[in-house]
């Protein structure tokens, strides 16, 4: 899309549901009124529905349900988050992707989606199922100025700005199960899988991926997923959203916390991860590479650890692993 073109879309939304005027329009952008009615043509080839009023001038009543680097790009309220979106209709992963484009210089905040993903990886070598348009399947680059050790609190960082954006969309309150399974009524609806290239003391670059279950019915998940308690954001509430819209939500929340994490600390972040952490307090079983044991769950640590009251009145913290359903 041409730069005016998007400052187009931008004048527009700014504008929201008032008109803007042509001759308003074709001041600032510097066109003709021609030129103007064009775009607005153009506009409306990719989907747009534009409203024209004659002595009133124009607005958008509806953008397209379809995800672009354009349409993310129109109407997301970030500073630094998703300036720079790579849209793929298919890739094998987002994540490979994204590492290739990170090696390359992609800067910080790039985001790549995808509409479908061929080979979606999930954690501990699991596969990912990600079908065509059903879901988010969006890998981030982030060049954050930490730690290579604190790089887990990034993945928790981001599982609270899922929680938060969805909290937006739906009644029910979602659960982060530690450390970063996101779940709507105890049903796994999002995973987070973070990777990074670091040296000792530093990190180059780091890639989250988001990976979010929307607008699935059961027929489209396949058999063996039904075991591991899948679900997705349409079958929980009967409502069908915009991928696009839910996309926007989460990089304004991601972009949220992490400046207040890097002007601040771990510590907001660890407040409002417990705020929807799922079984804190219970009994669970945790499972880590090596054992798996009951505990209680007491909450996080400062460092994003989870802090587990073992059967020995011990408190214990966890570094990697996972609470067994
Ligand atoms: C998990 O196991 O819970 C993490 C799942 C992460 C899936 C996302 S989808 C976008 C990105 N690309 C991938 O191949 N995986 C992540």
Not at 57 to 64: A, L
Not at 110 to 123: F, H
Not at 237 to 266: G, N, P
Request: some cysteine.
């Amino acid at each position: 899309m041409t730069s005016t073109r998007y400052r187009l879309l931008e004048l527009l939304n700014t504008n929201g549901n008032n008109y803007i005027s042509g001759q308003k329009l074709s001041e600032e952008l510097n066109i003709s009124r021609s030129a103007i009615w064009k775009h607005m043509k153009d506009l409306e080839k990719d989907g747009y529905v534009i409203e024209g009023v004659r002595r009133k001038g124009y607005r958008i009543v509806q953008s397209p349900d379809k995800v672009s680097e354009n349409t993310i790009r129109w109407g997301l309220g970030t500073d630094w988050l998703g300036k720079n979106v790579i849209h793929k209709e298919v890739a094998d992963s987002t994540q490979s992707v994204a590492h290739k484009e990170a090696l390359h210089g992609a800067p910080h905040g790039t985001v790549i989606v995808a509409d479908e993903q061929t080979k979606g990886k999930g954690r501990m070598n699991r596969q990912w199922h990600s079908a065509s348009n059903k879901g988010i399947w969006m890998s981030i680059i982030l060049r954050p100025n930490m730690n290579p050790g604190s790089a887990p609190q990034l993945t928790l960082m981001t599982a609270v700005a899922i929680a938060e954006a969805l909290s937006e969309i739906i009644s029910v309150k979602p659960k982060i199960k530690w450390p970063n399974d996101i779940l709507i009524h105890h049903k796994k609806t999002a995973g987070i899988l973070t990777e990074m290239q670091a040296e000792q003391d530093c990190i180059k670059y780091v890639v989250i991926g988001i990976g979010i279950n929307v607008n699935q019915t059961e027929a489209d998940f396949p058999s063996e997923l039904k075991n591991f308690k899948a679900t997705s954001i349409r079958l929980e509430t009967d409502v069908y959203f915009h991928v696009k819209d839910i996309i926007q939500k989460i990089l304004l929340r991601l972009e949220q916390v992490y400046d207040a994490y890097m002007q601040t600390d771990f510590t907001h972040i660890k407040t409002k991860w417990e705020h929807y952490g799922y079984k804190i307090g219970e009994d669970i079983r945790i499972k880590t590479l090596r054992h798996s044991f009951n505990a209680t769950f007491l909450g996080i640590a400062a460092d994003g650890a989870l802090l587990a009251q073992m059967e020995n009145n011990e408190t214990k913290k966890i570094y990697s692993g996972e609470i067994e359903w």
